[in-house]
Nanobody, 127 residues
Framework: QVQLVESGGRLVQPGGSLRLSCAAS????????KAWFRQIPGGERELVAA????????VYGDSVKGRFRISRENANNMVYLQMNDVQAEATALFFC????????????????????WGQGTQVTVST
């Protein structure tokens, strides 16, 4: 089992920046693809960004390319999402997720393949 705890969500003005953090614990000594997803009420979980265990494969959702950045600190079991120039459509519940992988070079995109999820952290973009 892997436990994930997100933090950093808050109210932010349009055009502002914030960083989300995700702390992992439990069976962390294995290879995992790590990702951030977001979800609005009544909607499906949408990929924001995913990064491979080795960190050499990164994928971003089309709506955040160039503005958001995912990073990992495997030694500390941390994953971050730096969000810049946030816009109103970023208002959502953001989840950190981990998927067991056979290759350290794999970044998993499908939320159905993620076995472990945090409880989510709310990001609200508003004036």
């Amino acid at each position: 089992q892997v436990q994930l705890v997100e933090s950093g969500g808050r109210l932010v003005q349009p055009g502002g920046s914030l960083r989300l953090s995700c702390a992992a614990s439990g069976r962390t000594k294995y290879a995992y693809s790590k990702a951030w997803f977001r979800q609005i009420p009544g909607g499906e979980r949408e990929l924001v960004a995913a990064k491979s265990e080795r960190g050499d494969k990164t994928v971003y959702g089309d709506s955040v390319k160039g503005r958001f950045r995912i990073s990992r600190e495997n030694a500390n079991n941390m994953v971050y999402l730096q969000m810049n120039d946030v816009q109103a459509e970023a208002t959502a519940l953001f989840f950190c997720a981990a998927a067991s992988v056979n290759s350290v070079h794999t970044a998993v995109l499908d939320p159905a393949q993620y076995q472990y999820w945090g409880q989510g952290t709310q990001v609200t973009v508003s004036t």
